[in-house]
């Protein structure tokens, strides 16, 4: 899947649940939701790592990533940057000097 199109369905997403749910989604809504879910990612890893009391989750650690992913794009969307762009900006062009 192209990264448009998976922000597209993410953005879909996002907003049939804001609007089930009632979320008001204006202002820092999205970077403090990755925040949230980064958060979340790192207690998987904890309990993955033995570093953290209760059961480690592989499948809960994936699912946490996707969250952290998914946040992003939603945040990328509404600070209006192109991530496409940024990432080859800032990491792919070290491919093209090998």
């Not at 899947?1 to 049939?16: A, K």
């Not at 879910?37 to 650690?61: F, K, N, P, Y």
């Amino acid at each position: 899947m192209e990264l448009n199109d998976l922000t597209t369905s993410v953005l879909r997403i996002s907003d049939i649940y804001a609007a089930e749910h009632g979320i008001d989604r204006s202002g820092d809504w999205a970077l403090l939701k990755l925040q949230e879910e980064l958060g979340e990612l790192t207690a998987e890893h904890l309990r993955i790592s033995g570093r953290a009391r209760g059961q480690a989750d592989v499948q809960a650690q994936g699912d946490e990533a996707a969250d952290v992913l998914g946040m992003l794009l939603i945040y990328c969307d509404g600070a209006g940057i192109d991530l496409e762009a940024a990432m080859r900006r800032k990491w792919l062009k070290w491919l093209e000097t090998t």
